[in-house]
């Protein structure tokens, strides 16, 4: 689905993943879930484009619903796959603490987790190799996605800025649908390591030029990420 000028959303406002369009290739953020594979297919085919036009994918952070089809994109196409180095253990691996799931609705909560497991959840591969990034740095893939760090979500969590497409992706820095409730609107996202350090790390995009801040969970938000850390904390 066309977001944005060069952005392309995979699956919907349970799991989503990017697609980045430009002349010189396409950027791919994130990996949604192993079924969003197909989407992946679909939406080259409608651009007219193929795995061969990807030149890398580039994660928000370690999850499994963010990684869903990375290692057969890596071990079958050659894409490589770039994640910050606080996560590279939990893209390979899987390992992470737990966390407090916090509040639930039944109806919401059984939505996510069957659309997960109709996407093949349960079939996740983690990650043969990755390329570790830093905060700060400036990717050499279509766009010139630059990585800024937001811990929190993750250690390694990221929001990735493609200038090109005026938009910041944010993984699950933040969401507009909080996939165990399902109440909609801009708020912090469940299931994160340390909501203390994820609330600050809101404001390290604000001084980014966008007009799109894309989540991994919700609909697209159109807003300035000057924006973003008063709206959610007014939640």
Known sequence: M????????LGNDLVACYL????????????????????????????GKSVEDIRGLVLTHGDSDHIGFAERLRSECGV??????????????GKKPKTPAGPMRLGPALSFF???LRK?????????????????????????????????????????????????????ALTTRHVLTGRSGPQPAPFTDDPAEA????DRIA??????VLPGHGTPWRV???????KIRKV
């Open 20 to 47: 980045v369009d430009t002349p010189e290739g396409i950027t791919l953020i994130d990996a949604g879930l192993p079924g969003h594979w197909r989407d992946l297919q679909l939406e080259l085919r409608s651009l």
């Open 120 to 172: 093949n959840a349960l079939r996740t591969r983690y990650i043969g190799e990755v390329t570790e990034v830093e905060d700060g740095a400036v990717l050499d893939l279509p766009g010139k996605p630059v990585i800024v760090g937001m811990p929190g979500h993750s250690p390694g969590s990221v929001a990735v800025h493609v200038p090109l497409a005026d938009a910041v992706f944010v993984g699950d």
């Open 2 to 9: 066309r977001i944005a000028p060069h952005v392309y959303r």
């Open 199 to 202: 609330d600050l790390s809101l």
């Open 207 to 212: 001084r980014l030029e966008a007009s799109w």
């Open 224 to 230: 300035s990420p000057a924006e973003v850390g008063e």
């Open 80 to 93: 490589p796959v770039f994640v910050h180095a606080a996560d590279a253990v939990r893209a390979r691996t």
């Open 114 to 116: 069957g659309y997960s």
